[in-house]
DNA sequence: TCCGGAAATGACAGCGCTGTCAATAGGATG
DNA sequence: CATCCTATTGACAGCGCTGTCATTTCCGGA
């Protein structure tokens, strides 16, 4: 059947496997006569040489691997739904890598585990990568990075927060996008804006409220802590501190969710309290989930590069992996975010705008 | 380093590397006094069989490669939206997989290219995948069914539509749910409902039209051929559809769109028309995304177990590849869907519903 | 014309496993 | 106790490539 080997090839071109070998990976010292025979014997057979025998043979297995929280994916297979984060990453690393012929596999890592380390070695030690993508939360998990530095297994962190200086990494300015949406509510006239953090275990959650609070102190606004709960970036947590957030007599004008899931459960429960966004109540998030552009109204939020972030982390890796030194590989990539006005962020309504200076004057 | 090979699990345990080889393949015969030897010296260094090594040697990769429509693909990464179906359909071949120790590779594929062939040769070829699964449309890609039956390489085919007697395959009954969701609308009351078809490059618009036209058929309704729009599931086309259908004097009371995404769209667009969902016009799709949820009303749905037909598959594959002979294995799986209703659907107002006996007395 | 060195090519030994087949060890049989 | 059969284990040859090192070829310069 389609078993064509490389001695088929060799064969074919009149030459020894090493010659075909060579053409194959481009080695330097090949004279053109020799590439065309080769080539030509290559495309007539529709050779293609086998991944496992290059990677056994080889120092390089042409494939790069993609740690994902096995928790989350559990919890996220239990309850039947996709991961958009997930799946975004995929595209851009699976694009960047079917363009230089890698090829892409997703591994669930358990950072939780007693035997982390040994599970570790152990898919490292099966699959020996070219390179490891390393997504959150696992991006932090500093066993792994031990692991992945003791084998010498390039890796890419996406949106690492700790040890910042290991490694290579693909990140998003978390701090300032939150401190840009912030700005954005105060801009349109808010003064009194409450924020849901997110689930503590992600980095994410710590550098957007930072920025929250950043910008609220730069633009003179007080942070009251009953307007800023605790969520868990799903749609239940925002709905109950949406709910708590607008029961009392007082409420902000404005909320921002940590991320896409948790406005929708805000908007929920204003819905229910007869609160109407964004006349009574601006509200914004973070991640412009697929959901963004279709709730009513469209929700103002902030787009992160996710797929590009991928893309580019592979593209790091298959230049580590080809390269026969470290030096002058990119190790830290800053992607650029975009906020994203939509429908759900206005102006205060002129009474409760006017109240506030009545309250202080 | 980490590079644990047979031959130091063989040195410690005492024994030949076949003996490894043996125990750690299941392989019969074996003593149980061997067994243990082994299983002390595997654990006790850590050791992980090389995949290429074993690939290569041996008869099987442990490795299920999922083929994915290139230019969908391609499509959701420049838009930087993720694609749910695939990351549900990954989850689930991925626990799948992880449960018995095989991997999963996402492989790109372009069925309209004219290098189709060859490229699933390369693929194949290179990879040497114990199973495969199709994801729609590559179900009913015949080439693709061709190439895999030559190579006789195990495959699954998630959602075909035509040539159901060739290879397994896992699916869910479309026509049927669309029947269902259509009964749904009509014992709610409704006798004028519009419908929203899909792509038709994808096999499921053909058979969602057809258990709606039978449905209404069986209830004695009548389609309308205005009634009856042509969208290619994308929100967009959605809001058009919709626009359409509700710009008349006269509008049906439900529409039934093809898929969620256009049902929102049919949302926007009754909304800007003025018209409350469920009190004007009852809403339903199809998928259940994770929008549904969310959407404001909350969709009317049918929910597809994407991740469990493909967990399905990928053990379909798994146990095809570990057994001796085809027989006996299943080769056709029915997954059953489930009806969501949430708050878009709703009887028809007393003034329309009244209004259709007058018309007709 | 001959020589040294770089460029181009080939020969060959594995990489870490599995498949095949041979060898050895126990048991049951007569 | 010899014989035969089966359960158990091992020896060894690759799988299809790449890495290393040897060999051949080709030039420019003496």
């Known amino acids: 059947m389609g078993a064509v080997t490389i001695y088929d090839v060799a064969e074919r ?7 075909v070998s060579r053409v194959l990976n481009g ?47 559990i919890e996220h297979w239990r309850s039947g739904r996709g991961n958009d984060y997930l799946s975004r990453m995929e595209l851009g690393a699976l694009i960047e890598a079917r363009n230089s012929g890698y090829h892409l596999m997703i591994e669930l890592v358990d950072p939780g585990s007693p035997t982390l380390e040994r599970d570790m070695s152990s898919v490292l030690g099966s699959l020996k990568p070219d390179g490891v993508i390393l997504t959150p939360p696992i991006s932090d998990a500093s066993v ?26 693909v990140y998003m300015d978390e701090r300032r996008a939150a401190f ?25 959650s710590r550098l957007r409220r930072e920025g929250f609070e950043a910008a609220m102190a730069q633009h003179g606004l007080a942070v009251r802590d009953d307007w800023v709960l605790e969520g868990d970036f799903t749609f239940t ?48 998030g973070f991640d412009d989930t697929p959901s963004a552009q279709f709730s009513m109204p469209q929700l103002t939020t902030v787009r992160q ?18 390269a026969k030194t470290d030096d002058g590989l990119e190790r830290v990539h800053q992607a650029a975010y975009t906020l994203i006005a939509r429908e759900s962020s206005a102006p205060p309504r002129l009474a409760r705008a006017a109240r506030i200076p009545v309250g202080q004057g």
Not at 13 to 19: E, P, R, T, Y
Not at 307 to 319: F, G, H
């Open 144 to 169: 792994v990075l031990d692991v992945l530095e003791a084998r010498g297994t390039p890796y890419v962190r996406l949106g690492p927060e700790t040890q910042l200086d290991r490694g290579r990494r």
């Open 237 to 284: 947590s925002g709905f109950e501190c949406g709910a708590r957030m607008l029961a009392g007599a007082e409420r902000p004008t404005a909320i921002f969710a940590s991320n896409d899931d948790m406005a929708f459960g805000v908007l929920q429960a204003a819905s229910r309290g007869g609160l109407a966004v964004p006349a009574d109540l601006s509200l914004v």
């Open 13 to 19: 071109a009149g030459v020894s496997i090493k010659s």
């Open 305 to 322: 590069p996710v797929a590009e972030m991928a893309e580019t982390a592979a593209r790091m890796l298959i230049s580590a992996a080809q």
């Open 180 to 204: 840009d949406m912030t700005v954005h509510l105060a801009r349109l006239g808010h003064r009194e804006i409450g924020f849901i953090v997110g689930n503590p275990r992600y980095a994410a």
């Open 27 to 73: 080695e330097q010292n090949v004279s053109v006569a020799l590439r065309a025979k080769v080539q030509e014997a290559v495309d007539a057979l529709g050779y293609r040489p086998s991944l496992s025998a290059r990677s056994l043979a080889g120092s390089s297995s042409y494939l790069i691997a993609a740690f994902v929280d096995a928790d989350l994916t």
